[in-house]
């Protein structure tokens, strides 16, 4: 068998695939957080909860109404970004003239009402969700076999992160959402409706989160406590690559991903650990993180 | 002119930070075509006057009329898109976006702003710096000139400006001057806050007096030099 530093080259490159894909759900939930951060100023404790509302939406519209995987993946997110919109109008928008504590425990306490209702309902077990047929099997790439599934979610997951970006960088759109992060009051007297973009913001952010749970529905189990364990990770990225950096988001969450990988693979009693030491070291050497920029 | 409904007409405004009550009863008008200056010593409630017309001081009463119509209780976006541009002390370049997303940021809201030729015509300047990459690399006066150039294209009538010249070189103050009076001849209305009276003093039409949030005197483009004394003595020149 070949071997790469010592290591099995199949056990190398398979755990830095898991580490790819990872990667490729903590950029896309990381990107919501930042994007949502940078416009409302709200850390978006419920994120996970919504993560795992996506995923439930596919398995419900598929146990109950017979819609399949590629519908769901645009059906889902749409229902949890109508979800946050109806959030943001009715609650969260209350908030913003309070201290930004205010907002996360809100978001916090949500998450517990979404997580316990789904709890109630379907209990903590955990669903299976297919992946569709044609995604079945895989490649051998001759260093390792590639599942053909865990290949379109990095693709998939890749392609709207890259989206997102330019939509935000390189648009008129993206334009008006960039100002408004400095200085929303002044937005406004440009004739702007800020509180319309705050609102589709929160919307749009937590549908990727819903995208996210779609794509994750066939590799995990479905279940309403999913999106716990990846939320603790995905704000530890957050703090690592700046609050409100949008590439620092995705960058960092497909480099801690890689990082878990190899750390699983050459000492695998750090591998759920390491992430939140480079976080602390982070935070010592540049506290507002790797991309991001002092806030004043 | 006297009998034409002025562009601009406030009447007992009020306004409050939180507990501090700033402006008690502000009463003037701003006639179409006229450039307005507000003067007074700092505090006296002219930038909360600008920031209320525009409608970002939320706690504000009493009447703001604009072409008739009342827009004291709209929010800013809609008081905007009555016509109405903001210009404000600092500035407010973005930093996150280029100079050219700067320049481009105000949406139009009515017919009749400038094109981007003429807004180059009146800043040459920025048509050098058009491709940099961030508003933030821009000198003060750079900044100030992309600061008015942006609402120019709005087709906004009425022109609010905050202290266009603080802090900078008297040949930049000069050519904003100088534009100021271009565009006053393209028929914009002007309403001016200003601590440099001398700038003022040559470019407005008439001037209004602001003490502790309260218009205390006028005068009158060609009362100034008579009433100079007063005037220094209002302004603690």
């Known amino acids: ?296 | 002119m006297s009998n034409a409904q002025p562009l601009l007409r406030i009447r007992d405004l009020n306004a409050w930070y939180g507990e501090s009550h700033i402006l008690h009863g502000i009463d003037f008008e701003v006639n179409r075509g006229e450039v307005v200056s507000l003067l007074g010593r700092n505090g006296a409630g002219k930038t909360t006057t600008l920031r209320a017309i525009m409608g970002l001081v939320p706690q504000r009463v009493g009447s703001i009329a604009f072409e008739g119509t009342e827009i004291g209780a709209m929010k800013p976006e809609r008081i905007a898109r009555r016509g109405i541009a903001y210009c404000p002390e600092e500035r407010g370049v973005f930093a996150s976006l280029t100079v050219e997303e700067n320049l481009m940021l105000p949406p139009v809201v009515q017919d009749g702003g400038l094109g981007l030729d003429e807004i180059f015509e009146l800043f040459p300047n920025l048509e050098e710096r058009r491709k940099g990459a961030s508003g933030a690399r821009l000198s003060g006066g750079e900044q100030q000139m992309l600061a008015i150039a942006r609402i120019l294209r709005t087709g906004a009538k009425l022109l609010l400006l905050d202290e266009p010249t603080e802090g900078l070189a008297p040949v930049i103050v000069h050519q904003i001057g100088a534009s100021v009076e271009r565009l006053r001849e393209r028929g914009f209305t002007i309403l001016l806050v200003e601590q440099n009276f001398h700038f003022a003093a040559r470019l407005a039409d008439r001037h209004y007096v602001i003490e502790h949030g309260r218009v205390v005197e006028r005068f009158a483009r060609g009362d100034i030099r008579e009433r100079m004394g007063e005037l220094y003595e209002l302004l603690g020149v």
């Open chain 1, 1 to 296: 068998m070949q071997e790469l530093l010592g290591i099995p080259s199949p056990l190398l490159f398979g755990q830095l695939l898991i580490g790819l894909i990872n990667g490729a759900f903590y950029a896309l939930l990381s990107l919501g957080l930042a994007v949502i951060f940078g416009v409302l100023n709200v850390i978006n404790f419920a994120h996970g909860a919504l993560y795992m509302m996506g995923a439930f939406v596919a398995w419900l519209l598929l146990t109950y109404l017979g819609i399949g995987y590629w519908p769901a993946l645009v059906v889902a997110p749409l229902i949890v970004g109508a979800v946050g919109i109806l959030i943001e109008r009715t609650m969260l928008s209350r908030l913003y003239d309070l201290d930004h504590l205010y907002g996360l425990l809100f978001t916090f306490g949500l998450a517990l009402i979404i997580e316990g209702t789904f709890i109630n309902f379907y209990g903590v077990s955990g669903q299976p969700y297919a992946p569709p047929q044609v995604l079945t099997g895989g490649y051998n790439l001759g260093f390792m076999f590639l599942p053909a599934y865990r290949g379109w979610v990095i693709v998939a997951s890749l392609l709207v992160c890259f989206g997102t970006w330019l939509l935000i960088e390189r648009t008129r759109l993206g334009s008006y959402l960039r100002a408004a992060v400095e200085r929303p009051d002044l937005v406004r007297a440009f004739g702007i409706n800020v509180p319309l973009m705050m609102t589709l913001t929160y919307g749009f952010g937590v549908a990727l989160a819903g995208f996210a749970g779609v794509l994750a529905a066939p590799l995990y189990t479905v279940s309403p406590i999913m999106g716990q364990n990846l939320i603790i990770v995905v704000f530890a990225i957050v703090v690592i690559g700046g609050l409100g950096s949008i590439l620092g988001s995705i960058v960092t969450g497909l480099g801690i991903g890689l990082i878990e990988g190899l750390t699983r693979t050459f000492y695998p009693e750090a591998s759920s650990t390491v992430v939140f030491v480079i976080m602390a070291i982070v935070l010592i050497i540049r506290p507002h993180g790797l991309f991001g920029r002092p806030r004043e």
